[in-house]
């Protein structure tokens, strides 16, 4: 149950849930290459590859910074090499950058489709596919996706069709490589949360949403780490829900990722995209582990 020595490259680390991820993996001490855009300060949107890469290497980890834009290949391809020649190797890779609009279809321009969609299905096909030959060589190599399982609900899709099929071209990776590279035993799994996680992003994008009560990014790293500790040949292709996975590893005290304290499960903001035999799952295995049986 530890990425001690494993090599992890993790696209929109600089800040968010990628960077809590890369964190978490250095506290094993992992080294991780932070694949992302920022590497000059933004008021807007706090933390750059550098920023991050020392609280990385604070962690006890060792942090690679590269900026890179995932649409463009050739960065992409250049970023790998220079991890493995940093590293000496790929074991896990983690697509974590995503670009998000929640508006609907009048309200949408096209740039902001196309950069949806470049981002979130290209980027995250692109980065995977580049890695191959790299995770191909390794003993316990990973892809995971931070994308929502595949609920074809109405509901999801009617208030914003663009960024739904985008994150879900996301999720679509996961069933298609997933299925694809099994043979070469690499895992390819999704991750989601239950609900609303406080961000920079998401406090830019959800400004109309009003009060939210959200959890912190650190439910999103150890679930994330307790699917890249598992077996690649035993979990793979899974779309798992960061509180009913970890709940099924034994946890039970989930306060401590509350944004606000005190705040109860049942208060909590979820998120979209939930798919709702996952909710039954997780709602049945909170009223058994706290009636203590």
Known sequence: MSLAGKVLFITGASRGIGKAIAIRAAQDGASVAIAAKTADPNPKLPGTIFSAAKEIEAAGGKALPIQCDIRDETMVQEAMTKTAEAFGKIDIVVNNASAISLTPTEKTDVKRYDLMHSINGR????????????????????ILNLCPPLSMEEKWFAPFPAYTIAKYNMSLCVLGMAGEFRKHG???NGLWPLTLI????????????GERKSRNTEIMADAAHAILTKNSREFSGN???????LRKHGVTDFERYNNTPGTKPEDLTLDFFLDSKQLEELYALRKQQNSGL
Do not use: Q, R
């Open 198 to 209: 406080e961000t920079a992003a998401l406090k830019i994008a959800a400004e109309s949403m």
């Open 239 to 245: 779309f798992c829900l960061d509180e009913l996975l």
């Open 123 to 142: 980027g995250t096909w692109l980065v995977s596919k580049l890695a191959l030959p790299y995770l191909k060589k390794s003993d316990n190599a990973h």
């Open 186 to 188: 690499i895992a390819v």
